[in-house]
Structures are given as structure tokens and as C-alpha cells.
């Protein structure tokens, strides 16, 4: 997740549907931009795929266990490197109001996760050949995710981040993403990292990739067969 150096003082923000905000300043997240508009859309995919997936159809409800678990720990990685490195680098840094922000991101994760378990087991039954009302009860618990992860998204876009690019240098930054991406390792990244651009077209695609390393690309690229074979089986009656 390393960015390419950036020549200007204040470089365009990236923005992508379903976005908060883009705060202004001198370093340029847009990989965390990316990683979030991928799990407001896979959160979405999934939500929309569940009612109508068909409680019998095995090979599917394994698909989409099996996706949710792909999702689930590109979550967990996304939000424990914030708060082992991002977060603590920038209390050293910050105001008394700046800090409650950020004591709120670390509680906002707490939140989340019980979330991710109550749906990662409702996939489990699922596969393991539940029932109408299991069904019912996992697609309840995706809408709370989708409300309660799209909150703390919304917040980190748009006060996070401008902590962000106040307290931080570029070279902070690229530390940052050099720490993420040696923890997410090479295999995992080609793994699940097309999730990351899945649903980018046009214009928003171009300027991600333009931004985004070449290594990554290719990664990203060597990864992609695999993923959509996954993707388009767990996805095979998402009405989206």
C-alpha cells in the first residue's frame, strides 16, 4: 500500500463514490480511500445477496462464507494497523479535542467487531445448511453492520483524516503504508487485494490506477482470475 511520491505541497484529493470527505493538506491517503469505498461495497453486496440467495443452494451460501471471511480480514488488518501505528503516532501529536476523536476511532472498531463475528457465524450456519430464519437473522445483522461501519467510516473521512494532514509529515505516512503492506504480506495482497478495486470504473478506475505503485498493480492483476471466480460464485444472485 506504498504511494507514489507526490511533488506538490497539496495534492488532489481522491474521491470515490459513497465518500464522506477528502480533507485538504499535504498527504495523500487514497489507498485508504480505495480500501474504504471496497468495504461500503462489499458490505453492500453482501446485504443485497442474502435475502435473496436461495436457503438449498450449498455451493453458494460457501461462496459467500468463504468471501465474507476474505472481506472480514481485510477489515481486521485495515483497522489494527490503524490502531497499532496510525493512532498512537498522532496522540503524540495532538490537541486535547483531537485526541477525543481519536480515542472515538479505537471505540468505533470495538463496535464493529461483534458485529463481523455475529455475521462471519451466520455465514457458518448458512453453509452448514440452516434455514429460512437463520437467513433472515444474518441479513438483519449485515443492515447493523452497514449502518454501524458506514458511520465510522464517514467519521474517519472526514475527521480522522484531517488530523491527519495536520499532524503527520509524508514521510510518516509512507512508513505507515510500508508497515501495512509488509503485515498484509505478499500472498494475502495478491489474494484479496482486487477487493480493494472491484466496482472502480471509468474515471474513478484511471485515477486509482494512475496513482497506485506499478507492483501493486501487478499484484493486484496476478490476483484478479482467482478473485472474480470467487466473487461472481458468492455473488451469483446479488441483484446490484
Sequence with gaps: MTTRPTTTANPIQLRLPGQAAAPQGPIDPFMMYVMHHGFRRDLADFAASVPVTPVDDAG???ALAQRWTMFAHALHHHHSGEDLELWPLLLERCDSTEQLVLQAMEAEHDQIDPLLEECEAGFTRMAAGADDQARAGLAEALRRAQTVLGDHLAHEENDAIAIVQRRISMADWQEFEEKMAK??????????????TKGLTGADRDEVFTRMPTILRLLLTL??????RLDGRAFYYNPR
Design 183 to 196: 503485515s498484509l504480506g505478499l500472498r494475502e495482497t495478491i489474494r484479496s487485494g482486487p477487493l480493494m
Design 223 to 228: 490476483g484478479g482470475p482467482r478473485f472474480r
Design 60 to 62: 453458494t451460501w460457501r
